[in-house]
């Protein structure tokens, strides 16, 4: 296989977990790339379980859980899963929603594990979605302890709109920082995807600062305001008790 040919497939599959689930023509245009060349290099991927089906007999595509197997070995996200994936297991035993563990990559978090609900209405992130900051519950709450040179950068991006209910106005996020701060854990209502509530907690290093985020996430006919204090008190708890496991 040519260099180009390479530098093609990692393009596509670098699409694919920037806008799963995704099809074909979108990522065509993404990649300017023929859609019979991407549909051969997708074909391709998916026999080597990097990709799969979002669903199936669809015609979009998602990571697999390979990919995300393969990569985080030996990452700094993967020892934070070590450790975090005991006390989540209780937290999603305690509160019945789907949780998010996620981790920074530049500007955005990339969902690095989830726990899901037995409810057959649940909230759903796959394994290796890049989230913005602002528009998530666990991206509020990594911004909320992260360096102001830090914030400052990422509020002088252009804020896109994930939802009607994504605070766009860099002076709103701030003012929401800082609520956030006094209060221990962010709430986004529908920020990220319309009819889902996320309540969510920073993971804090000793020597690194933050390193990642938790989150409680599901319907927002269930995650109702007076079940915010309840959650949020247990995500916050159960965010202190990883960062204390953490190494370092």
């Known amino acids: 296989m040519s260099t180009r040919s390479v530098t093609t497939a990692i393009r596509v599959l670098e699409?694919?977990?920037?806008?799963?689930p995704v099809g074909l023509s979108e990522l065509s245009r993404t990649v300017e790339v023929p859609k019979a060349t991407v549909q051969r290099i997708l074909v391709t991927l998916e026999e080597l379980q990097w990709i799969e089906r979002a669903e199936r007999d669809s015609g979009k595509w998602s990571i697999a859980v390979h990919a995300y197997a393969v990569t985080s070995r030996g990452s700094s996200g993967s020892r934070i899963r070590d450790v975090a994936i005991g006390p989540l297991s209780a937290l999603?035993?305690?509160?019945?929603?789907?949780?998010h563990l996620a981790v920074p990559d530049d500007f955005r978090m990339v969902v690095i594990e989830r726990l899901d609900t037995p409810h057959v209405l649940?909230?759903?992130?796959?394994?290796?979605?890049r989230i913005p900051m602002h528009a998530s519950a666990t991206g509020l709450a990594f911004l909320t302890h992260s360096p102001d040179e830090f914030v400052h950068a990422y509020l002088q991006r252009p804020l896109a709109a994930s939802t009607p209910d994504t605070m766009v106005d860099p002076q709103d996020v701030r003012a929401e920082l800082d609520v956030v701060r006094r209060r221990g854990y962010s709430i986004n209502p529908g920020g990220l995807s319309s009819g889902i509530t996320a309540i969510g907690a920073?993971?804090?290093?000793?020597?690194?600062?933050?390193?990642?985020?938790?989150?409680v996430s599901g319907p927002s006919s269930r995650i109702t305001p007076d079940k915010f204090e309840e959650y949020g008190t247990a995500v916050a708890a159960t965010a202190r008790q990883i960062s204390m496991a953490l190494p370092g």
């Open 15 to 20: 699409a694919v977990a920037e806008l799963q």
């Open 202 to 215: 920073a993971l804090i290093s000793r020597e690194l600062g933050p390193v990642g985020s938790i989150s």
């Open 122 to 129: 649940r909230a759903f992130l796959a394994l290796g979605s």
């Open 92 to 99: 999603q035993l305690e509160t019945g929603e789907t949780i």
